[in-house]
């Protein structure tokens, strides 16, 4: 704790003894040639020791600007840039508060000019509906990556695991030259790419393939980031390789390498460790990794990519991973891009979990002690096509390929009491299960554009080809005491496959009808879903035979399910600079078909009719600030298990069977968001609001006898639904050029009401929830970072049952995140988390500390990289947890990476390009 308060008297010593002066510089811009008001010029002030960006500004339609900030420096230089004019340069003294420059009038440019001409790029610029960076205006460290660039960027936010915001939206994918880097996975862009190769950074609206060659709208509720790559840094090698050792055998290496040849590029990568980690999380060495445009972490350290498991598993894990990219143009207009995937872990788990069952008059209690061992291994391939033909014809085609195949060992013991503390029923199962998948698809699209105001054709055929085979050997005993006593003993083994084919196309044509402002699609679409699963179980008679012989027709199935749709749709849209809007109808007319092989009497068909509505309203009031709302309602059918009538019987404590008269369920969705963000002042304000309404909702209907066995089948519900929102306010202060200060501030909100069954009685229940935090972010360039955040969690339940108690539930997080970068060469960081949930059951912890370290050196001229990382400093990592829902009540807590410390080394090479210094650019001077 005490580097915490060394840390916390270093940054307000730093506040309290700034020399930093306050400024505001104003001005108005006009056009020298006929005195017109120039709006939209970048205005903009460097330090004159290193020419780093101080602030910067844009002229309003008046040509007015004001930057304000704070300078420690007498003088100062301005810039103030225009397309088609020549660059205006002054040094100002910065001896005043307030300084009014008066009008400026900028010349035409013109090659015949008398005055000295020093060529500079503004360090912001917008074209349209593109902000494009010059890379070289925004200092940074020697050696630094594009995401330390990134973060340098007014209005651009990135977060621990790489996720990256652009004036308080989410990007979700990054380009190089306009085309994907490694797949469209952003951070192993960010992270392996140096800062010296680009030259400026777009950002724009994420566009489709089709969108952007149509020139459609998108919603612009996502960015995408293009890197623009010098011209002499397109061909060479770069790249990185990392490994570590640690006490207790533990391990990690990760590598990654680099070819480009302009439009050729060629990416390998390859990593391993058994600390549960997806590559280096830690420190500069975590850099090689990180998420992607689908990410989902867990609580064990593990998180999956677009899919693709890093870490995997509950409790310890030992992964690897491999991987390669290529990507070329073959002809004008003939683009290709190809990777390959492999993902290999195994995971080793026990976890104990106590619950409360609530029932409508009584209450009963569940024990459970499990262990686990998994082994699971991935293969994936995917191969992307795109040929324009002309100017008018777009073909896209993009064929993958996998295979699965896992291993898993479970052992439970379970038992459940009465609420008198009596014994009814216990039971104990030991399974081995082999998994095999396959899986085939393809997605063809071909575009074509009709006319000059954005009429096209475009069709989609995709199909998707999985096969799943299955070896299951389960024993297993049951004893249920109480009224009826019965002991159930199993020996069995399941060999199964389950075939899935799914075919999917659709026509779009779209008709202008105003010019290029208004338009109207038709629409239709076919899907047909085919699944088929055989599952035979058979029974060892003998326990001493080797074979099993005797047919299980209870536990065995062989059924065959069809859902066909077609979908005929009308769409209008309506867009221009300030407004984009949409309106989509849709007719749904739906048939489900089961074939049950083994009993056909169970065969059904069923036909549905619907009607689906999307409706979308976007109004930007600036550049800084836009407003979006929409409806949406959709028609979802119940699953093959809700409504196939066969009654499983594989769990002797808990039967299920389908409800064959269940109905679609209807969703209605009614959302609006607004967004406002000065990127120059890195301030903003984010609200959204969403409110979901449920008919005939499919909810499961459970009938408990006094032996607690259960009985469970489907029903049609309505009156459920779910209030959500979040606001979250961010502020930036300038202490100086080199200290800022950002205040965040957020909530989010939410009420949403169930029914549902509970032994048999309908019920309703309202959940409110709401999760303030607060947090800032302190950076002091080149010497300090220090980011507290705090959460608070409250969440109430309430029943309309006398027999359900109201449930309120409090629990608390506190984060602290430093890295400190003296003396030169080092880097510290500290990654501090603080839980604690006063609700937790006795037996199981309900607080903790989290500590984890890093201390890096920089060696070899930057290139090598040196990391003593400590992890869980304080020996109290726990994954302790309660899950509150209308039925129960439940705690758990399961295996955990134990402390360990590691020494790491890196080392990174780079011969793109010229190597030199990154800093600032030329500038225009005019005298």
Do not use: C
């Given at each position: 704790m005490k580097s915490i308060l060394l840390v916390i008297v270093i940054l307000f010593a730093s506040l309290s003894f700034s020399q930093s002066k306050s400024f505001e510089i104003s001005g108005t811009l006009l056009s020298e040639e006929d005195a017109v008001p120039l709006e939209s010029a970048t205005v903009y002030l460097q330090r004159v020791t290193d020419s780093s960006l101080v602030t910067y500004g844009l002229t309003n339609k008046e040509g007015k600007f004001t930057l304000e900030g704070k300078l420690a420096h007498k003088k100062g230089n301005l810039f103030i840039s225009y397309v088609g004019y020549q660059t205006y340069f002054r040094e100002v003294n910065m001896d005043k508060k307030i300084i009014d420059l008066g009008t400026i009038n900028l010349q035409v440019s013109s090659d015949a000019l008398d005055a000295i001409i020093i060529k500079s790029t503004a360090p912001i610029t917008i074209k349209k509906d593109t902000l494009e960076f010059n890379a070289k205006s925004f200092k940074t460290k020697k050696d630094a990556n594009v995401e330390d660039l990134l973060k340098q960027l007014p209005g651009v936010e990135i977060d621990e695991e790489g996720n990256i915001k652009v004036n308080g939206k989410e990007v979700n994918k990054i380009l190089v030259n306009g085309k994907p880097f490694f797949g469209d996975d952003p951070t192993i862009t960010t992270r392996n790419l140096t800062k010296d190769i680009v030259e400026k950074i777009q950002v724009l609206d994420t566009k489709t393939k089709d969108q952007a060659f149509t020139g459609a709208t998108a919603d612009g509720e996502n960015k995408t980031v293009n890197l623009v790559i010098k011209e002499e840094n397109n061909k060479g090698d770069f790249g990185r390789v990392a490994a570590g050792k640690g006490t207790d055998k533990h391990y990690e290496f990760a590598g990654m390498y680099n070819h480009f040849d302009n439009d050729q590029r060629v990416s390998v990568l390859a990593g391993g460790n058994d600390i549960n980690s997806p590559g280096f999380s830690f420190g500069e060495i975590r850099k090689m990794f990180g998420g992607g445009n689908s990410v989902r972490f867990n609580g064990n350290g593990s998180f999956s990519i677009d899919g693709r498991s890093f870490g995997g598993g509950q409790g310890i894990t030992e992964s690897q991973n491999y991987g390669a990219n290529y990507a070329d143009e073959y002809g004008e207009g003939k683009d290709i891009a190809a990777n390959y995937f492999y993902s290999?872990?195994?995971?080793?788990?026990?976890?104990?979990?106590?619950?409360?069952?609530?029932?409508?008059?009584?209450?009963?209690?569940?024990?459970?002690?499990?262990?686990?061992?998994?082994?699971?291994?991935?293969?994936?391939?995917?191969?992307?096509?795109?040929?324009?033909?002309?100017?008018?014809?777009?073909?896209?085609?993009?064929?993958?390929?996998?295979?699965?195949?896992?291993?898993?060992?479970?052992?439970?013991?379970?038992?459940?009491?009465?609420?008198?503390?009596?014994?009814?029923?216990?039971?104990?199962?030991?399974?081995?299960?082999?998994?095999?998948?396959?899986?085939?698809?393809?997605?063809?699209?071909?575009?074509?554009?009709?006319?000059?105001?954005?009429?096209?054709?475009?069709?989609?055929?995709?199909?998707?080809?999985?096969?799943?085979?299955?070896?299951?050997?389960?024993?297993?005993?049951?004893?249920?005491?109480?009224?009826?006593?019965?002991?159930?003993?199993?020996?069995?083994?399941?060999?199964?496959?389950?075939?899935?084919?799914?075919?999917?196309?659709?026509?779009?044509?779209?008709?202008?009808?105003?010019?290029?402002?208004?338009?109207?699609?038709?629409?239709?679409?076919?899907?047909?879903?085919?699944?088929?699963?055989?599952?035979?179980?058979?029974?060892?008679?003998?326990?001493?035979?080797?074979?099993?012989?005797?047919?299980?027709?209870?536990?065995?199935?062989?059924?065959?399910?069809?859902?066909?749709?077609?979908?005929?749709?009308?769409?209008?849209?309506?867009?221009?600079?300030?407004?984009?809007?949409?309106?989509?109808?849709?007719?749904?007319?739906?048939?489900?078909?089961?074939?049950?092989?083994?009993?056909?009497?169970?065969?059904?068909?069923?036909?549905?009719?619907?009607?689906?509505?999307?409706?979308?309203?976007?109004?930007?009031?600036?550049?800084?600030?836009?407003?979006?709302?929409?409806?949406?309602?959709?028609?979802?059918?119940?699953?093959?298990?809700?409504?196939?009538?066969?009654?499983?019987?594989?769990?002797?404590?808990?039967?299920?069977?389908?409800?064959?008269?269940?109905?679609?369920?209807?969703?209605?969705?009614?959302?609006?968001?607004?967004?406002?963000?000065?990127?120059?002042?890195?301030?903003?304000?984010?609200?959204?609001?969403?409110?979901?309404?449920?008919?005939?909702?499919?909810?499961?209907?459970?009938?408990?006898?006094?032996?607690?066995?259960?009985?469970?089948?489907?029903?049609?519900?309505?009156?459920?639904?779910?209030?959500?929102?979040?606001?979250?306010?961010?502020?930036?202060?300038?202490?100086?050029?080199?200290?800022?200060?950002?205040?965040?501030?957020?909530?989010?909100?939410?009420?949403?009401?169930?029914?549902?069954?509970?032994?048999?009685?309908?019920?309703?229940?309202?959940?409110?929830?709401?999760?303030?935090?607060?947090?800032?972010?302190?950076?002091?360039?080149?010497?300090?970072?220090?980011?507290?955040?705090?959460?608070?969690?409250?969440?109430?339940?309430?029943?309309?049952?006398?027999?359900?108690?109201?449930?309120?539930?409090?629990?608390?997080?506190?984060?602290?995140?430093?890295?400190?970068?003296?003396?030169?060469?080092?880097?510290?960081?500290?990654?501090?988390?603080?839980?604690?949930?006063?609700?937790?059951?006795?037996?199981?912890?309900?607080?903790?500390?989290?500590?984890?370290?890093?201390?890096?050196?920089?060696?070899?001229?930057?290139?090598?990289?040196?990391?003593?990382?400590?992890?869980?400093?304080?020996n109290q990592n726990t994954n302790a947890r309660r899950i509150a829902t209308a039925n129960y009540i439940e705690d758990s807590q399961s295996t955990v990476l134990q402390q360990y410390f590691m020494l790491s080394f890196s080392w990174k090479f780079n011969s793109l390009g010229k190597a030199g210094e990154t800093g600032g650019g030329s500038r225009y001077y005019r005298h």
């Open positions: 290999g872990s195994s995971s080793e788990n026990r976890s104990k979990r106590d619950r409360e069952n609530i029932l409508s008059d009584s209450r009963y209690f569940t024990s459970s002690n499990s262990s686990s061992f998994s082994d699971n291994e991935s293969h994936s391939a995917n191969v992307e096509f795109d040929v324009k033909v002309d100017s008018t014809l777009l073909i896209n085609f993009e064929p993958s390929f996998s295979y699965t195949k896992s291993k898993n060992y479970y052992n439970e013991d379970e038992s459940s009491t009465n609420d008198s503390n009596a014994l009814i029923n216990e039971s104990t199962s030991n399974s081995n299960v082999e998994n095999i998948g396959k899986n085939f698809s393809s997605d063809l699209d071909i575009t074509k554009k009709f006319g000059s105001n954005g009429a096209f054709i475009k069709f989609s055929f995709d199909n998707d080809i999985r096969t799943r085979e299955l070896d299951d050997y389960l024993v297993s005993k049951t004893n249920i005491y109480g009224n009826a006593p019965e002991e159930i003993n199993r020996n069995q083994y399941t060999e199964g496959e389950n075939k899935v084919n799914n075919f999917r196309s659709n026509f779009t044509y779209r008709l202008p009808l105003v010019g290029k402002t208004f338009f109207l699609e038709f629409k239709y679409g076919y899907t047909r879903n085919k699944q088929q699963d055989r599952r035979s179980t058979f029974d060892k008679e003998d326990p001493d035979a080797e074979d099993y012989t005797d047919f299980n027709d209870e536990l065995s199935t062989d059924f065959e399910y069809i859902n066909e749709m077609s979908t005929p749709a009308l769409e209008l849209e309506f867009k221009n600079e300030k407004i984009s809007a949409r309106f989509e109808t849709t007719y749904v007319f739906r048939t489900l078909e089961n074939n049950d092989i083994l009993r056909p009497t169970l065969s059904l068909k069923r036909n549905f009719e619907a009607i689906e509505f999307r409706s979308r309203f976007r109004y930007k009031f600036s550049d800084k600030a836009s407003m979006r709302m929409g409806y949406n309602l959709d028609n979802n059918p119940p699953q093959l298990s809700q409504l196939q009538p066969f009654l499983n019987v594989s769990n002797p404590l808990n039967t299920v069977i389908g409800n064959p008269n269940l109905v679609p369920q209807n969703n209605h969705r009614v959302y609006a968001s607004y967004n406002t963000f000065d990127f120059q002042k890195g301030s903003g304000f984010y609200g959204y609001l969403s409110a979901n309404f449920d008919n005939n909702k499919v909810v499961s209907k459970t009938i408990i006898d006094e032996d607690l066995v259960r009985e469970t089948t489907y029903d049609n519900v309505n009156g459920s639904y779910n209030v959500n929102g979040y606001l979250s306010v961010n502020k930036k202060v300038k202490v100086d050029s080199l200290r800022t200060v950002t205040f965040y501030l957020g909530v989010g909100p939410s009420i949403r009401k169930s029914i549902n069954f509970n032994n048999g009685v309908k019920y309703s229940s309202t959940n409110n929830s709401a999760s303030p935090n607060v947090g800032l972010r302190f950076n002091w360039k080149d010497v300090l970072e220090f980011n507290p955040n705090y959460r608070l969690s409250f969440t109430r339940n309430t029943f309309d049952l006398e027999a359900f108690e109201n449930q309120e539930f409090v629990s608390h997080s506190l984060n602290l995140n430093t890295a400190t970068f003296l003396p030169k060469g080092f880097e510290w960081r500290n990654d501090m988390r603080y839980s604690y949930n006063p609700n937790i059951a006795d037996g199981f912890q309900k607080s903790a500390w989290f500590w984890n370290a890093t201390l890096a050196y920089s060696m070899l001229k930057d290139k090598g990289t040196l990391t003593l990382k400590a992890y869980d400093l304080l």
